[in-house]
C-alpha cells in the first residue's frame, strides 16, 4: 500500500469473505480501497485494472495492483447508487456505456469461462447439487434441464458474442463521481452471455425501489442497454433475461462450494431468493 499511498491512519477491514477481504484506509484525499482476492478469485485485480485502461470512465481509479499475490488497491469511487436511492435515471445513464465497455472486452480469458455453450452442463450440475430448496422445487427443477437446454439453442441463434459479465450489477456497486459512473466489486465477473448482467439490475430495482415487472422503466433501460448493440434484439433480451436467471444462479453455486459448512446456512437464504425467482420462469 505504501508505494502507492501515505495513509493517514489505520487500515480497517469492512468486508472479510472466503473470496476476498476488502480494507478502508484514510489518507489526505480521502479513502482508498484496497481488495485481497483468494485465489479463487485472483483474476479480479488484473480484470480491473485491464477495463480500466480501455473505460477509466466507468471503472474505478487503479492505483496499483498485484497479480501474483491478488491484490488491488482503488480509489474511492463516489457516491454509491443506493446512497442516491438507486434512481432509474442513473442506470438509463450508466448502462449504455456498460454496454459499450462490455463490446470492447469480449476477449478474456482470465476471467471464468461460463459461456452460453456451457449453460447446459451447468444447468445439469446445478439441478444435481444439494441446494436450499424443497423437494417439489428440485423436482420442477430438474424436469426443466431439457427445456432449459432448448432454450439456449434459441438463444444461441441470434449469434451475440461471449462478453465480461458483471453479474452483481446492483445499487451497491454502481457509484457517481461527477460526470463518470463507476461499476466496482468485479469478482464474480465471468465470460459469459452478456446480456444476463440486468438480471440483477432488474431484480434490485423492483425489490428495492417497488417497481412492478411491467413498469415502463424497464422498456426504457432495456432499450437503452441495447442501443449500443444494434437492432432487432428484442427477443434475444427477453429470451436471455428467462435463462439468464439460472447462469445467475450458477455463480452463486460456484460461491457456496466456497463456504465452510457454518457458514452455509446464511448464504442460502438468499441463494434461495434467487433459485426461486428462476424457477418462477420455468
Same mark, same amino acid.
Given at each position: 500500500m505504501r508505494a502507492h499511498i501515505r495513509p493517514t491512519g489505520p487500515v480497517e477491514v469492512v468486508r472479510e469473505r472466503a473470496w476476498g477481504t476488502t480494507s478502508r484506509i484514510p489518507t489526505s484525499d480521502g479513502p482508498v480501497w484496497f481488495k485481497e482476492c483468494a485465489p479463487s478469485h485472483g483474476f479480479e485485480p488484473e480484470l480491473v485494472a485491464q477495463l480500466e485502461r480501455r473505460r477509466p470512465d466507468v471503472l474505478p481509479r487503479v492505483l496499483g495492483h498485484d497479480t501474483e499475490h491478488g491484490w488491488l488497491l482503488l480509489a474511492d469511487a463516489g457516491r454509491s447508487f443506493e446512497l442516491l436511492g438507486n434512481a432509474p435515471e442513473l442506470w438509463l445513464r450508466l448502462l449504455p456505456r456498460y454496454a459499450e465497455l462490455q463490446r470492447t472486452a469480449q476477449v478474456l480469458p482470465i476471467v471464468p469461462d461460463r459461456t452460453l455453450e456451457r449453460w447446459p452442463e451447468l444447468y445439469h450440475e446445478l439441478a444435481e447439487s444439494h441446494l436450499p430448496l424443497t423437494s417439489p422445487e428440485l423436482t420442477r427443477l430438474?424436469?426443466?434441464?431439457?427445456? *432449459?437446454?432448448?432454450?439456449? /439453442?434459441?438463444?444461441?441463434?441470434?449469434?451475440?458474442? +461471449?462478453?465480461?459479465? =458483471?453479474?452483481?450489477?446492483?445499487?451497491?456497486?454502481? *457509484?457517481?463521481?461527477?460526470? /463518470?459512473?463507476?461499476?466496482?466489486?468485479?469478482?464474480? +465477473?465471468?465470460?459469459? =452471455?452478456?446480456?444476463?448482467?440486468?438480471?440483477v439490475t432488474f431484480r434490485f430495482l423492483e425489490e428495492h425501489n417497488g417497481l412492478l415487472p411491467d413498469d415502463a422503466w424497464f422498456a426504457q433501460l432495456r432499450d437503452a442497454y441495447l442501443e449500443p448493440w444494434g437492432t432487432g434484439l428484442l427477443e434475444a433480451f427477453d429470451l436471455s433475461q428467462r435463462v439468464g436467471c439460472f447462469a445467475h444462479a450458477f455463480g452463486w453455486e460456484h460461491l457456496r462450494r466456497l463456504l465452510p459448512e457454518s457458514t452455509r446456512a446464511a448464504y442460502d437464504i438468499p441463494f434461495a431468493v434467487v433459485l426461486r425467482r428462476a424457477l418462477a420462469l420455468t
Open positions: 430438474r424436469a426443466f434441464e431439457s427445456r *432449459f437446454s432448448e432454450l439456449c /439453442d434459441q438463444l444461441a441463434a441470434y449469434q451475440l458474442p +461471449a462478453a465480461i459479465q =458483471h453479474d452483481d450489477l446492483h445499487h451497491k456497486n454502481a *457509484f457517481v463521481d461527477g460526470d /463518470d459512473l463507476r461499476i466496482i466489486d468485479w469478482g464474480d +465477473a465471468s465470460r459469459s =452471455h452478456p446480456f444476463v448482467s440486468l438480471v
